[in-house]
């Protein structure tokens, strides 16, 4: 019962700011010596949650949703250098993205070799309606 009341207040409380989410993204951080990392969160309905994830030039990035068989979450994901704007409350982006997860693909999950070093712009919204996600980042 616990985790589902913090699942929900962190729900409403990402529901109420998730349009200031996008800027500026929050970094993804890694514990000292670890190479992955687990987001968690929720997005409302035409909403996006930003994160910024800093790797080198050849690391491997794979991005996944663990224990979900029918994800609603959908991930963009563009290279350095990107830039978020923000006008009368709407947050749109402009850069290059990642083959497999551009905008309008869908895309649930993304591994492949990073182009270049720098930090790199993960987007997260949902396919239809609202939703909670749990992204697995793996960095090798």
Not at 30 to 37: K, N, Q, S, Y
Not at 90 to 115: H, M, N
Request: hydrophobic residues 40%.
């Amino acid at each position: 019962m616990r985790t589902a009341s913090v699942a929900i207040i962190c729900w409403l409380s990402l529901y109420g700011a998730a349009a200031a989410a996008c800027a500026p993204p929050a970094p993804v951080r890694f514990a000292p010596g670890a190479d992955a990392t687990d987001l968690h969160g929720g997005v409302a309905r035409g909403e996006r949650a930003c994160f910024s994830i800093g790797a080198r030039k050849g690391q491997t990035l794979s991005i996944t949703q663990p224990d979900t068989p029918h994800p609603n979450i959908a991930i963009q994901l563009y290279r350095p250098p990107w830039h978020i704007t923000d006008e009368d409350g709407v947050a749109s982006v402009t850069g290059t993205p990642l083959k497999g997860a551009e905008e309008g693909t869908d895309a649930t999950q993304w591994r492949g070799a990073l182009p270049a070093s720098g930090n790199y712009l993960l987007v997260v919204g949902t396919i239809r309606g609202g939703d909670e996600y749990r992204l697995h980042v793996e960095i090798r």
